[in-house]
């Protein structure tokens, strides 16, 4: 399906129309002053339909949430487990697409090998609504040097750019057609003056970014020329907040704990991951990596060095989230600016 | 159902603002929110897993009484009926002053002004206090002496453009580490940062000048800096001239005290001292940050006083990007100070002798007010075990964990005739209680905290309370049991508290919507203050209080030759109650150790992660040590977290004169491997 275009005016309607067939709208929401974080929507109203920076957490944190429940614990003698599923049909609208990159690297992750359930399912019942980004989110991101943004070029439903006076549409999927097909009348073929004028706008917003050589950078981590002192200052930045971790839309690592009371209970999955010094401890209480430097290190050679080598593309996606909530200061971004220059 | 509460981190005294994801009623995680003021999208990992604990299945659901030694579920009016008569007959027995409040510094303004209106206008007593006494004591009654308010002078923002941020007893990256996160930014813009600490902590790293002084020794430490800025006459005269008092007094006192005469006190070259000295009295703009590890002392307000003598004598006080900043422990233990959870004082520091300030209260609540100021949480403990003291009312404190020389703490609370907890988990103090009634957490009510830098902050209720009630729901009902009815709406009570308190008199629920205010906010219009003592000290003029070095109450001898200290780590909070309830905190730290230099450890032959024995004069432990040169030949350090491997049975129950502050900080010990 080609290119179409949505008037101003049209794109409430459709997201009435929307709302109607999900069980969650999930959008971006102004809550405290400036504050713009993923909402349900659906009856309470107040989504951005257009809206600057991105949120304050990702889509993860509805498919792999901070903690999840997985199973009730009817009875521990008896055995009895009882699977707790999330079948809600959710709408995701106004993804960035920095963050619709990082989904189609998720989805490698929970689905290709070892197919993950819970994730699986929440994904299938999901459509995504991309939103190109006509300005940086916030002055650390760096989505276009990571080839993430300013459009994505794939893993959307539909995709939305915004023009002055309306959105261009972009269909990525049979559950984006068939919006479509089901709003037909909202929909028109766009003029080639809002092509050239979606164009102008994210011709200006890549203007001066380089991407990275992320093959180079992955070679360089792989044969540790990395000088030492870039680890050691990071060693001494982390102070193992996990926001970095919990706030990534590409962080896969989860750990399991029961909550138990009695003979009944929940089990839970919740956020884990590379800060922490138990993450790898082992049994005997030793540790592959002593050093904390290391901890962190390996947060980012996996998303710049072992991703490259299973994915062909690294899992960082510069939203920019780890360094905007980095109590010590550190950013990704300086660090691929300063070793793969 | 998703719904995001905006409210405030419920661990240390920072202030951090989060919401809290909520979906069908289950509190899932939490996100940072970026227009906080204080905390501006970063969080700590404690914070990042304030939800855990909140709906875990160890919550205390119901009312427990207990019956020949065991706990029976009741219900709230069965209990409420029960406390409610106990302490109407203990009090006609007894007198109101056999009855003792403790109050909360995890609760909100709202239910610490409850807390202390239930003790004042209806048990009739001033025998109410709260946690303070065992972290900030000091700070209130120091710097009220020196400046005439007991609080931080500046805010948290000022910290990034310093030029030198001088750190003293206090682990900002560990304990607080939304204003470690400040202290990184303004290292990151060019500050030096002086730290001293008895352990080489995270910030030592980036230092500009490091000092590891033996604990207890600051006095001497700070003393000698002034003499020598003294000396150098790198002093303010200025400043010392026009906004201070008594400086002769302090010159007299420091002339005894040069960087040389120190150095076997202190352990510390006296040029590390001189240095140290110059770049914090010539930096432009300075600051003094510190906290438990100058407050837990015997001289803990001295130790206070002294850090006030420097910061006037530099003229680094009472103006912007200067002051002192102490980081307050508990997420609203400034506010339970500022509600008048204190035995001498109503809300706004009104002394209770104060007899306007009475007939204020007393008009007010219809009431006749006792005039005689109150026990202290330390003297309470002392009158249980003597027998004047028979009931005691603890509302989210756990005594037996927290306090120093936990055998002596068991004999006060077994000698009481009557002990209510109210707690959101069953703590080793609550398995004393003869009654417990189970609270609230801060997710589940609305109010208020006040944080380190005076703001006032909203909290909000995401979930229904656990139990039913929250704890300023059940004070009002106990109080109407009782015979006196309390407006217990916290916005109310916000409102009545504003009435009555001329320094927080603009403070309501509506204003503190956007980002809080920082007190004294005196009227409906005041836009709050970020800097006190501006052009002119609370007091008037500065004073210099000459401060004289004295050692700790325990020194080390042949039989205990080390010098133990105690403090917190980053992944647990205070007795572990809620962190160890988080699965990744617990993992991080999930026993007590005890951290040694590799010199002493070599001597006596200890291995890391070998167990050890450390014994002090009040008990023994038997832990696992931690080699490290980041802690100073001959001081020992344990984390106090751990409620099966309890730190303070080690620690020394002498206090400071003045404010009842125990010394956590330096007990002499020995140490063993087995």
Known sequence: MGRLFIAKEDIQTLIERLKEGCDEFIAPKKEHLSDVIFADTKEAGGELIDYEGNSVISPRAFLLPQTEALFEIKSIKDGKFFPIPDKKKRIFYGVRPCDIKALILMRSFFLDEFVDIPYKQKLENSTFIALSCNRLCSEEAFCCEMDAGPVAKEGYDLQLTAIGKGYLVDVGSEKGSRIIRNNKKLFAKPEPRDEKEALETLKCLAKGCKRIDFKKLAGMMNEDKIKPSVWDDIGLRCVVCSGCITLCPTCSCFSIADRVSGDSGIRLRYCDGCPYSGFTRMAGGSTPFPLHKDHIRRFFEHKLNYDVGRYGIPSCVGCARCINTCPGNISIRKFIEEVAK | ?674
């Open chain 2, 1 to 674: 159902m998703i719904k995001k509460v905006l409210t405030t981190c419920p661990y240390c005294g920072v202030g951090c603002g989060f919401y809290l994801d909520v979906r069908d009623g289950q509190i899932i995680g939490v996100i940072p929110s970026r227009a906080n003021s204080v905390s501006k999208g970063y969080l700590c990992v404690k914070g990042w897993h304030a939800h855990e604990p909140i709906q875990h299945p160890d919550r205390l659901k119901k009312p427990l009484i207990k019956k020949n030694g065991t706990f029976k579920e009741a219900s709230w009016e069965n209990a409420l009926d029960y406390v409610a008569d106990r302490l109407k007959s203990i009090k006609e027995r007894y007198g109101p002053d056999s009855l003792a409040v403790c109050a909360s510094a995890r609760c909100t303004n709202e239910e610490n002004f409850l807390m202390m209106k239930f003790a004042r206008a209806v048990l009739g007593t001033n025998n109410v206090d709260h946690c303070a006494r065992t972290c900030h004591s000091a700070t209130v009654a120091g710097l009220n002496q020196s400046f005439g308010s007991g609080a931080s002078t500046n805010s948290y923002d000022e910290l990034i453009h310093m030029d030198c941020i001088f750190i003293i007893g206090s682990n900002p990256t560990e304990a607080h580490p939304i204003v470690g996160w400040r202290v990184r930014t303004a290292i990151d813009n060019g500050a030096k940062i002086i730290v001293c600490d008895p352990r080489r902590i995270l910030l030592a790293e980036n230092a500009s000048i490091y000092i590891q002084q033996y604990p207890g020794t600051d006095i001497a430490l700070i003393n000698a800096m002034i003499n020598y800025i003294i000396r150098e006459d790198i002093h303010d005269k200025d400043f010392i001239k026009n906004r201070t008092e008594s400086f002769d007094a302090l010159k007299e006192i420091v002339k005894d005290y040069t960087p040389e005469s120190v150095k076997d006190i202190t352990g510390v070259e006296p040029s590390l001292i001189k240095k140290a000295a110059r770049l914090y009295a010539m930096s432009k703009r300075s600051c003094i940050m510190y906290s438990l590890g100058m407050t837990e002392h015997i001289v803990g307000t001295d130790n206070v006083m002294a850090m006030a003598n420097l910061a006037m004598v530099t003229g680094h006080v009472g103006r912007e990007f200067s002051g002192i900043y102490p980081m307050r422990g508990q997420n609203n233990v400034q506010g339970a100070c500022d509600m008048g959870a204190l035995p001498n004082v109503y809300s706004g520091y009104q002394p209770v002798t104060d007899e306007e300030a009475r007939k204020k209260f007393e008009r007010a609540w219809g009431v006749n007010l006792p005039a005689k100021g109150g026990l202290t949480l330390t003297d309470m403990m002392f009158k249980a075990i003597e027998g004047s003291l028979k009931c005691f009312y603890i509302i989210g404190e756990d005594q037996l964990r927290t306090d120093p020389d936990t055998h002596m703490i068991e004999r006060a609370l077994a000698s009481l005739e009557f002990l209510v907890v109210q707690e959101i988990f069953l703590s080793e103090t609550a398995k004393k209680a003869d009654v417990v009634l189970p609270g609230a957490s801060f997710a589940e009510k609305e109010g208020t905290f006040t944080c380190a830098e005076r703001r006032f902050q909203r909290v909000r209720r995401a979930i229904e309370p656990l139990s039913g009630k929250t704890d300023g729901n059940i004070i009002s009902e106990l109080s109407r049991r009782l015979g006196y009815q309390m407006e217990q709406d916290p916005k109310k009570v916000c409102d009545e508290m504003a009435g009555l308190t001329p320094m927080y008199a603009g403070v309501s629920f509506e204003r503190l919507e956007e980002n809080g205010l920082q007190w004294p906010v005196l009227t409906k219009g005041h836009p709050g203050t970020p800097v006190v003592h501006l052009g002119k000290f609370k007091r008037g003029l500065g004073k210099f209080v000459p401060i004289k070095h004295k050692p700790p109450a325990e020194v080390p001898d042949k039989e205990y030759p080390f010098i133990l200290s105690t403090g917190r780590i980053l992944f647990h909070y205070n007795t572990g109650t809620m962190t160890r309830r988080v699965a990744n905190l617990s993992r991080e730290y999930p026993h007590n150790f005890v951290q040694i230099n590799p010199i002493d450890a070599g001597n006596l032959n200890i291995k890391n992660r070998q167990k050890v024995r450390v014994k002090t004069r009040r008990g023994e432990l038997v832990i696992s040590a931690e080699v490290t040169d980041k802690i100073k030949k001959g001081v020992l350090w344990m984390p106090f977290h751990f409620s099966d491997e309890p730190t303070n049975v080690l620690t020394n129950s002498a206090f400071d004169p003045v404010c009842r502050i125990g010394e956590y900080k330096a007990c002499a010990a020995h140490i063993e491997k087995i």
